[in-house]
């Protein structure tokens, strides 16, 4: 199956600072989408791109869908405490599957 | 909000013992998924569910693991026989027929296999 590379794996940043992180895969994908992971809760969406070189905004956040189709930013700005969490990519395969990558865990130092 | 519902929250069973856990997912959507996540991995597919029966499944879903949706409004993942290389998180999830992508997991159950 497809793998997703994702990176950094982890972040410590202070508040206020913008965040960066990416993913790529060796394979293309039609639908990417970016999760955010509280501790102890499942992946809540943040941001869902479908075409190629899509760039979208949700509030603070922005993602776009590489040209290629093998690779996908987000990027936090202005980070607030409630910012932290564990960042997830993750590429629709077929119809149904999402492949996940390995997250990046944002620390942020108040 | 409509959210996706598991329960229990934490189950710890023993080595080969069955456990079943429960999902309700949002009333409206008609695909169901099982993912699970191992501590501090990522989160892997496991199986698909539309229309009373697995679209799609993975490796991980062999014969020790089934789906079913006994009712209209639960789903479940049993388990028959658990390992200890079981002990993950569990989220079950949904999606609207025709909707995108962006699938709404449930907060998930941790199950502890000793």
């Known amino acids: 199956g497809q793998q997703l590379n994702q990176s950094p794996q982890s972040m410590f940043i202070q508040e206020g600072e913008d965040v960066s992180m990416n993913c790529t895969s060796s394979?293309?994908?039609?639908?990417w989408l970016w999760y955010k992971q509280d501790p102890g809760e499942g992946p809540v969406l943040l941001i869902a791109?479908?075409?190629?070189?899509e760039l979208t905004s949700n509030g603070r956040l922005t993602a776009q869908f590489g040209i290629t189709r093998k690779d996908s930013f987000l990027n936090i700005s202005a980070s607030i405490p409630s910012d932290v969490g564990i960042y997830f990519c993750?590429?629709?395969?077929?119809?149904?599957?999402?492949?996940f990558g390995q997250g990046t865990r944002l620390t942020i130092n108040p | 909000e409509p959210e996706v519902t598991q329960t229990p929250s934490h189950q710890v069973t023993q080595m080969g013992q069955e456990v079943i856990l429960r999902c309700v997912p949002i009333s409206n959507h008609l695909y169901f998924y099982w993912y699970r996540q191992i501590l501090g991995q990522k989160v892997e597919f496991l199986v698909s569910?539309?229309?009373?029966?697995?679209?799609?499944k993975s490796e991980i879903f062999d014969d020790q693991f089934s789906v079913e949706r006994p009712d209209g409004s639960n789903f479940t993942l049993k388990i028959r026989s658990t390992k200890l290389e079981d002990s993950a998180m569990y989220f079950c999830?949904?999606?609207?027929?025709?909707?995108?992508?962006?699938?709404?997991f449930g907060s998930g159950t941790r199950l502890t296999v000793v």
């Open positions: 999830a949904s999606r609207l027929q025709g909707g995108h992508y962006g699938y709404t």
């Open positions: 993750a590429g629709l395969e077929g119809a149904q599957k999402l492949v």
């Open positions: 791109l479908y075409k190629a070189g």
């Open positions: 394979s293309i994908f039609n639908t």
């Open positions: 569910f539309y229309n009373n029966e697995i679209s799609e």
